[in-house]
């Protein structure tokens, strides 16, 4: 019944800014804490953002400065904006959350950071 669906990714030169989207169904945002996630071809997933019920976020040292998580509880999805782009940030981005029955991701959306 939980599904998330990224939206907003795509290619952007450096310097530049995204802004990704996570639809969820399923479950309350506002109620979890959400994650992005991200994983550049041959490496492992890695966490870049997170946020709690309780509007606390964290970043991965890497995008500090640069990336903000955000939710709009009415339309219930959390954004990803992203400033500053650097072809190192060049990956496919998911959304993540949790609740006592599993884990959940979505599908992915690619972002591609190129002059």
């Known amino acids: 019944q939980v599904q998330l669906v990224e939206s907003g990714g795509g290619l952007v030169q450096p310097g530049g800014s995204l802004r990704l989207s996570c639809a969820a169904s399923?479950?309350?945002?506002?109620?979890?804490?959400m994650g992005w996630y991200r994983q550049a071809p041959g490496k492992q997933r890695e966490l870049v953002a997170t946020?709690?019920?309780?509007?606390?976020?964290n970043y991965t040292d890497s995008v500090k400065g640069r990336f903000t998580i955000s939710r709009d509880n009415t339309k219930n999805m959390v954004y990803l904006q992203m400033n500053s782009l650097k072809p190192e940030d060049t990956a496919v981005y998911f959304c993540?959350?949790?609740?006592?029955?599993?884990?959940?991701w979505g599908r992915g959306t690619q972002v591609t950071v190129s002059s």
């Open positions: 399923g479950i309350i945002v506002s109620l979890h804490s």
């Open positions: 993540n959350t949790k609740n006592v029955l599993g884990v959940y």
């Open positions: 946020i709690t019920a309780g509007r606390t976020t």
